[in-house]
């Protein structure tokens, strides 16, 4: 279960959001009641039955309350933003958002123990947090630290507004003493509805704000990931006109890659636009398809044209890609496929790869005959992905063992064909090959590949 689960933490965020934390904690020593003036002005609304004085208050007391709450709701979003969660291979933004929902309820209780104040962790409090882990969940991954935090910043003032509102008292808001006494005296006065409408008022100004710059944000996501792709394509037609010089064939590819690159670049940047546009989700979700095809598209484009080209994917990532091309073969039902580590990370280049595989497939089928079995099994052990494939086909002689590696060698009813582009392809990934056979019993050929580690922030090698 732990390796399955997977913590990356950026230091320096981490700490700044620590601070702020501290500064939370700290905040009652000189942000209280009696520095804002707030008693004053309740008690002037009362005997002069004022409501502008009324109005005041309670403007002051949400921005004391925001101004308390501030730092550790920003420091708790920056700390979860600090965190970086992988559960089965995959980031989950969202779940980094709870770590927010620890830490809110734990600074009002230190507060509580140093200075016997009572924070309210009410319906206000709870609504805050969740806006918190909603905006992990939409993860912003190329947006601002700084533009996400304004968003908190907003949600929270808005938040705070919702203390006001008598008509909400019934639901968990507002169970503070400042802000009930605010609530009573409005009724004592007859400005109960004058301070709900200037609540309301003020609740739905901060949190339209909020949403609006949620999605602007949600825009410039949208158009910075487009931007990347297309930066990629570029990137990866630049270099495909390079390798192009080098040989006639790979001229020839060239040309084939830079009629595609008007088609592929249009259709990305003509789909991210269509799915911003539309409001339709079926457009949106087709739309999206789109966008996934081109990138694999290019992917397997760069990966045909250079060897160096490799990728983090699952071992069952790579296997299913191998018997998608075993599709058609007569022979596929002899296969009997096991993969004890299907999460596990290999680097490499899939298409070289599946290749390689899939020669090696070839071989074992060829070599059996209607009742003959090939068994590939994948496991791991010591930070090594372990690729089996063996049958009980014909096997090797023994005068051909040490030749089946060499370029150009074939045998008729031998596992050894192309063995030499297969042990090429397995050295260029690091990886060894050990090869045992026995004639009329069958072969076992075992590939062992080094794990790769995860990390999101490792980008595509471009070392090509």
Known sequence: MLDRIRINIQNNNLLVGFLLVLLGIAAPLIINVNNFGILPLLESSIFNSDSGDLLLAAFKLVILNSLRALPHYLGAFIIAESIIITL????????RGFVALIIIPSVYKIIYWIYNISYDFGVPAFIAVFSIILIEYLNFSNISLLKKSLIVVLLLLGVQWMDIIP???????????????????????????????????FFFVFISIAFLISKLLSDEEKLIATMEKNKEIEKGLAEARLKALEAR??????????????????????????????????????????????????????????????????????????????????????IKYYNRCKDKYIYINKIRFSRAIINIIYNSLDAIDEKGIVNITVGSHDKKVIITIEDNGVGIDEDNINKIWELGFSTKNSTGLGLSFVKNVVQNHEGNMELYSTKNQGTKLIITLPEAEYNEQQHKDTSH
Do not use: C
């Open 249 to 334: 064939t790979t001229q020839e590819m060239q040309s084939l890659v830079h009629d595609l690159k008007t088609p592929l670049t249009s259709v990305q940047v003509l789909a991210s636009v269509s799915q911003m546009m539309t409001e339709d989700e079926k457009i949106k979700l087709y739309m999206e398809k789109i966008i996934s095809s081109v990138d694999s598209v290019n992917g397997m484009i760069s990966q045909i044209l250079y060897e160096n080209s490799k990728d983090k994917i699952t071992t069952e990532e790579l296997f299913e890609y191998v018997f998608s091309q075993l599709a058609s073969h007569k022979n596929k039902d002899s």
């Open 167 to 201: 008509s909400l008292s019934a639901y968990g808001f507002g169970r503070g003493e400042i802000s009930s006494d605010i609530k009573i005296i409005a009724g004592f006065i007859g400005s109960t509805q004058i301070l709900s409408f200037a609540s309301i008022t």
């Open 88 to 95: 089965n291979g995959s980031i989950t933004y969202w779940l």
